[in-house]
C-alpha cells in the first residue's frame, strides 16, 4: 500500500468512530480497533448491538476524492470489507444496499460513513463470533471462520479500502457492487413507497422500479422482502 497509516488498538472504548476522529491529525489516515464498544452506533442512529466477539473498528482520512463523491465511500468500504472477508476467512458475504454485510439474509456486519469539513470516518462491525445472535443476524464463526482475529480483519478492510479509494472515484467497483448486492431483485419499501430494486447507478444510489416509472435512492431506510406488497407504502 502506497498510503501509511496509524493503528490505534484499544481494550474498549464508548465508539471507535469517535475515537478515530479525535485522533486524525490529516497527516495520514488513522485506523482505530477496539476489543469493546459501549455506546457504538449505526446508520440512522440506531444502536450496534454487541456480539460475544467482533471487529470495532474505523477509519479516518481526507479522502482525495471531490466531496460529491463522498456519498459513495459507504459502498465502497462494503465492498473492501467483502474481500477482505473472503480473503481471510474464505466466507463469501453479499452486500445489502447501502450499508450491511449479510450471509443468507442475515446480517453479519455493517458499515457506517460520517463527515466533518475535511474529514471522513468511516466504521466497519463485523460479527465474529455470537452464541445467541439477534434473530436475523449471524456470525463469521457460524461460517467456518473461528481462527480469524479483530485487528488481521481490520488492517485487510483499511488495505482494502485505501486502495479503492486510491484511484479514480469512477473506478470505485460499480460491477463488483451489483454483483454483490443481494437487495437487486428484491421487493424493497422505502420512505415514499415501494417496488423491485433494479440496480445500483454510478453514484451508488438504488434504482427502482415502480408503478411511476424508476426511482434513484440516494440515501434512507430500504427494507427488502419477497412479499412487500402496496399495502406497505409509505411504512
Known amino acids: 500500500m502506497a498510503t501509511r497509516y496509524a493503528v490505534v488498538e484499544l481494550d474498549t472504548t464508548p465508539s471507535t468512530q469517535d475515537e478515530a476522529r479525535s485522533r486524525f491529525d490529516a497527516t495520514a489516515p488513522v485506523l482505530v480497533v477496539s476489543r469493546h464498544q459501549t455506546a457504538g452506533r449505526g446508520r440512522l442512529g440506531r444502536v450496534w448491538d454487541e456480539p460475544d466477539r467482533g471487529l470495532f ?78 434473530h436475523d443476524a449471524t456470525a463469521l464463526s457460524d461460517h467456518g471462520a473461528l481462527r480469524v482475529g479483530p485487528l488481521e480483519l481490520a488492517r485487510g478492510w483499511a488495505d482494502r479500502l485505501l486502495e479503492r479509494l486510491s484511484g479514480h472515484p469512477d473506478d470505485w467497483g460499480l460491477d463488483d457492487y451489483r454483483d454483490a448486492c443481494a437487495t437487486v431483485g428484491r421487493r424493497v419499501a422505502y420512505a415514499a413507497g415501494f417496488g423491485t430494486a433494479a440496480g445500483i447507478d454510478g453514484d451508488g444510489r438504488l434504482l427502482v422500479e415502480t408503478d411511476a416509472g424508476v426511482v434513484a435512492i440516494g440515501s434512507g431506510e430500504v427494507r427488502t422482502g419477497d412479499t412487500i406488497t402496496g399495502d406497505e407504502e409509505g411504512q
Not at 479522502?63 to 473492501?80: F, K, Q, Y
Not at 450491511?100 to 466504521?123: F, M
Open 57 to 134: 473498528t474505523s477509519l479516518a482520512l481526507t479522502p482525495d476524492w471531490p466531496r460529491e463523491r463522498w456519498p459513495i465511500i459507504p459502498l465502497v468500504a462494503g465492498l473492501a470489507a467483502r474481500t477482505a472477508i473472503h480473503d481471510l476467512t474464505g466466507v463469501r458475504v453479499e452486500l445489502r444496499w447501502p450499508n450491511d454485510l449479510v450471509i443468507d439474509d442475515r446480517k453479519v456486519g455493517g458499515l457506517l460513513a460520517e463527515s466533518s469539513g475535511s474529514v471522513v470516518v468511516v466504521g466497519c462491525g463485523v460479527n465474529l463470533s455470537w452464541a445467541e445472535p439477534l
